[in-house]
């Protein structure tokens, strides 16, 4: 089992509408989770980071965090197709440790 | 957020050569960075854990003797291929963590190597 898990997709939305990303992962004493946004042929890019349960808002963008049901997700609202890339979750089990990532999820947002 | 820098950004070599990426932290002191491998439509693959002042960390299936880390300072940590062959073609992506209240983790922008 992998520690992080992610549909690849392709997820297709319409620009304008709420783009949902999911991330699950098997390790509980995960604390720390990250979404980065990755364009092709591009490094990864820090979007938002979460750390407590609940939700997290930043512009456009909402983590949500349960760790009882050990995932994390990612609302993109107004969803443009500057948005379209492969989004990565990844969790930290704190201490400074390593990072696992997911395999990433494509979105694509269509004009 | 905090800025994090590879040179060279794309490199073509000989098969048999090696070639040496450099990854910095810009604005901050990196006591830890990672070096990471994506291949073509594939997840990043970690690599080794570098931490200044003692050896770096690699993960299963990472050859040390190949990928030779050194990290020197607290702003540098480079990664160099050694005897580098066409399987080695691949996009190197270093990152730094950035220790605080609560810990991040940065990218740099990749070195894209091409082994002919």
């Known amino acids: 089992q992998k520690e992080v898990e992610q549909n690849s997709g392709p997820l297709s939305v319409p620009e304008g509408a709420i783009a949902s990303l999911n991330c699950t992962y098997s390790d509980r004493v995960s604390q720390s989770f990250f979404w980065y946004r990755q364009y092709s042929g591009k490094s990864p890019e820090l979007i938002m980071s979460i750390y407590s349960n609940g939700d997290k808002e930043d512009g456009r963008f909402t983590a949500q965090l349960n760790k009882a049901s050990q995932y994390v997700s990612l609302l993109i609202r107004d969803s443009q197709p500057s948005d379209s890339a492969t989004y990565l979750c990844?969790?930290?089990?704190?201490?400074?440790?390593?990072?696992?990532f997911g395999s990433g999820t494509k979105l694509n947002v269509k004009p | 957020g905090a800025v994090v820098s590879q040179h060279p950004s794309r490199v073509i070599c000989k098969s048999g050569t090696s070639v040496k990426i450099e990854c910095r932290s810009l604005?901050?002191?990196?006591?830890?960075m990672f070096w990471y491998r994506q291949f073509p439509k594939q997840s990043l693959m970690l690599m080794a854990t570098s931490n200044e002042g003692s050896k770096a960390t690699y993960e299963q299936g990472v050859e040390k003797d190949k990928f030779l880390i050194n990290h020197a300072s607290l702003t540098l940590s480079t990664l160099t291929v050694t005897s580098a062959h066409p399987e080695d073609s691949s996009f190197y992506i270093c990152?730094?963590?950035?220790?605080?209240?609560?810990?991040?983790?940065?990218f740099g922008p990749g070195t894209r190597l091409l082994v002919l």
């Open positions: 990844a969790a930290s089990r704190g201490n400074f440790n390593k990072f696992y």
């Open positions: 604005d901050f002191q990196a006591t830890t």
């Open positions: 990152s730094a963590r950035v220790r605080g209240a609560q810990e991040t983790q940065y």
